[in-house]
């Protein structure tokens, strides 16, 4: 019924047919669109930036108002300080008690005055960068002298003395 | 000088310097070789005409590395069997073959009908789309080093160079394993009942 070089031919055929097909139209354009990504139009790149940019200033915003709180003087007193800042558990506790004068009005690390917001450039660059540091200004308590020593006098008996005697100098021989 | 009487070494030399027309010439006129190098490993179009985009992409990426040793053709058909491969393994792939209907088998069935029309007799019009059915499903039962072998051979788009290339083996092996794939498969038809085969 079937010869071999037959058989062979329609082998061939069934395996040309599973490879048959071509690219569609489309093909081209769509390997041109996928090499060129990096060259993405002006209006996109700015919307990312702006979008990024927007998005670390909503982080920094929360950051800030989370530690931002000033701690009340009651939590100062039983904790000893607040344990978030070194620089204030370092400070005297009875210019704690009496309030934290300075960090009332002196701007925290990354906190900028209104003042200073409003100047702030509204490029996203610069809206990326850190604000200037602000430091509190150390308080130097003065530093009391030391009571002088006074030392109580000292009692001393006064000494007798008394001359040696003719038979004293025998009197210990036997 | 018109884009079409460049050599395939002067457009890859002008895509390396960023010339993206450069590019697409040469994709127009691979596309299909670097198509049915990825449907014979694939089976499926879609994914063939994605590890066809995958091949070109990779290719543009790494023009730099072309050294020119073999033809533009050769390298970029290495890149596609690379990437038709890694296709074929990914599991992703397997469920869609698996869960979704094959395109690529109706398209062969279509192509079964079609051809069976042309036969003279009903009788014969059954016995040799009966036989082709056959032929088709013991091709794709074959070990996968045979049928990509077999496939690329008579895909019509390659040399026996080409193929090695590809494969990464000598032209002899190529050529051993499409004779191989042929005398697997009469034998499988005759013990399917095609007692005259072989």
Redesign the interface.
């Known amino acids: 019924?079937?010869?071999?070089s037959d058989?062979?031919r329609?082998?061939?055929?069934?395996?040309?047919?599973?490879?048959?097909?071509?690219?569609?139209a489309y093909?081209?354009a769509?390997?041109?669109d996928?090499?060129?990504p990096r060259a993405l139009p002006r209006w996109k790149r700015a919307w990312l930036l702006s979008t990024a940019a927007a998005t670390v200033c909503l982080v920094l915003l929360v950051i800030l108002m989370r530690g931002g709180g000033h701690p009340s003087p009651q939590s100062i007193a039983t904790n000893g300080g607040p344990t978030d800042s070194p620089r204030h558990a370092a400070q005297p506790l009875t210019d704690v008690a009496a309030g934290p004068p300075q960090a009332v009005s002196t701007p925290r690390r990354g906190q900028a005055r209104p003042a200073e917001r409003a100047e702030q450039p509204i490029d996203a660059i610069d809206r990326l960068a850190l604000a200037p540091l602000s430091v509190e200004r150390m308080q130097l308590t003065t530093i009391q002298a030391p009571e002088a020593i006074a030392s109580a006098s000292l009692d001393v008996a006064p000494l007798v003395v008394t001359p040696l005697g003719a038979d004293d100098g025998s009197s210990g021989r036997p | 000088m018109s884009i079409d009487r460049v050599t395939d070494a002067e457009l890859v030399e002008r895509a390396r310097h960023g010339d993206a027309a450069a590019f697409g010439e040469l994709v127009d006129r691979h596309r299909n070789a670097v198509y049915r190098a990825a449907l014979a490993a694939l089976r499926s179009p879609a994914d063939a005409e994605d590890a066809a985009q995958d091949a070109f992409v990779t290719a543009f990426r790494r023009l730099s590395s072309f050294r020119g040793e073999a033809s533009f053709k050769t390298w970029l058909l290495t890149i596609t069997w690379n990437q038709a491969i890694n296709h074929r393994r990914s599991a992703a792939r397997w469920w869609r073959v698996f869960v979704q209907p094959r395109a690529g088998e109706e398209g062969a069935a279509a192509n079964e009908e079609e051809h069976s029309s042309a036969d003279p007799s009903p009788e014969q019009a059954l016995a040799s789309s009966r036989m082709r059915s056959d032929i088709v499903r013991e091709i794709r039962a074959l070990p996968a080093k045979l049928r990509d072998a077999l496939l690329l051979a008579q895909a019509g788009e390659y040399r026996y160079e080409d193929i090695g290339a590809m494969l990464n083996v000598p032209v002899g092996t190529i050529k051993w394993r499409v004779s191989e794939a042929r005398r697997l498969i009469r034998r499988r038809l005759r013990a399917r009942g095609y007692s005259d085969v072989g």
């Open positions: 019924m079937w010869d071999e058989l062979d329609q082998i061939d055929d069934a395996a040309r047919e599973l490879t048959a097909g071509e690219t569609p093909f081209k769509r390997v041109l996928r090499i060129e």
